[in-house]
């Protein structure tokens, strides 16, 4: 069952519940007002009879006689109430004119004794077609009961209110409730389409694979218009990182390829008798053995990439970083091709952590610097301390990063706009961002397009580690 039509049925259902709530407790409430206001006339009545029931006694010689007069009881009666007055035997023994000849219906037994003791029976009965409220008292002289009056009063017009009140409310209620549904499923339709949208965008999506898809922006930026929005800003990371793998398997291959070429020419000169020219055969060595440098790292990029997506921690070990940075310095002067590595300030720091990763971290960083250096550059490497952090620095003069790319140059699989074609597979920074953060640190860039790029990675000091 779809949203809307829950909505529109839960809204139905509560506001039909409290329709007929409320013209439950409205209609309950006229009726036993109405019906009190029907007795109070009863027994108004019923008192002014009473007050005119007399005792006569007549006295003939030394004879006395006690008799009873009943007043005339049409003066008591009004269009719509009856009186009637009942021996003690049951038998009516006077009715007001109003009636017709026809009389108020008597009591069941019991209740005939118990109104002959005293008690005031009142009680509805259906005449024909008609309701009546019929009020019972004794007739009392001198304490004794020596009759039942009778008062009774019509209730149609009572009933036909009521009868025209129910009638409005079940007509009002259900014209109302009708329009609130439709007007309850209207909204929620306005409300959900948005939802429907998305649903129809991520399911061109799956089939089409084409994560170029936006949903439209939406102007109310409500809980949907968020939504929305969320979407499309997911599938802006989506779409990213799937260009980013897809451009990242080419460039692996491709990557792979470049070096074992290099390899296999050099192979090639050697196997060719390069060994007769010792410049040669240097030179061939050298070539083979810094292809298989970058081989070897590219692997271990590769590697560092499977541990950080299986979740897998570093292990820690004190480390030096001034002797890890000579070390890195010697392997830079080494790749510099017309390049000036130098290396700045070595204060002496030790950081708990893993040796090869930190070295990693530092080669792709200073990899990057030569790679974006041009020769007659700079790359200076720097270690110093401030408070409980060791502070690496790798500053190059080469072209800087556009303002653009900044944000993004530590994502994987991300290269800059102008990254030369054999820049690289995008994900040395990324990388080397992974790996400070297992050692508790970050990594920042500066940058200024022409002048050149600083990172400067931030580790925590041994015995600052929690
Ligand atoms: P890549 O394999 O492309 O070098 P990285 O993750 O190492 O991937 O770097 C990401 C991007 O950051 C590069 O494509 C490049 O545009 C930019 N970048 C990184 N280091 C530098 C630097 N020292 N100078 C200029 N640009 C750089």
Known sequence: MSIRLRLALWYGGILALLLVLFGGALYGILQSSLLSGVDRTLSDTAAEVQSSVRLQVTVTGFNWAEAVTIPPLDVFAAPDVFVQVRYLNGSVAATSANLLGRQIPGLPTEEWSSVLSGTVDLRTVQEETVRVRVRSEPVLVNGQPVGVLQVAASLRSMDEALNRLFALLLAGGVVGLLLAVLGGAFLAQQALSPIARI????????????????????????????????????????????????????????????????????????????QADPALLQESLEDISREVTRLSRMVADLLALARAEAGVHLERRPVELDSLLLEVYREARHLARGVEVRLGGEDQAQVLGDADRLKQLLLNLVDNALKYTSAGGTVSLSLSRQDSWACLAVSDTGSGI??????????????????????????????????????????????????????????PLEGMVS
Do not use: C
């Open 402 to 459: 556009p303002a653009d790319d900044l944000p993004h140059v530590f994502e994987r699989y991300y290269r800059g706009r102008t990254s030369p074609r054999r820049g690289g597979m995008g994900l040395g920074l990324s990388i080397a961002y992974w790996i400070a953060e297992e050692h508790g640190g970050r990594i920042v860039v500066e940058s200024e397009m022409g002048k050149g790029s600083t990172f400067t990675v931030w580790l």
């Open 199 to 274: 649903t129809d965008t991520a399911r061109r999506i799956a089939a089409t694979e084409d994560l170029g898809e936006r949903l439209p922006h939406l102007a109310v930026q409500d809980e949907v218009g968020q939504l929305a929005s969320t979407f499309n800003e997911m599938l802006d990371r989506l779409q990213r990182l799937f260009q980013g793998q897809q451009r990242f398997i080419a460039d692996v291959s491709h990557e792979l390829r470049t070096p074992l070429a290099a390899i296999r020419g050099n192979l090639e000169v050697l196997q060719r008798g390069a």
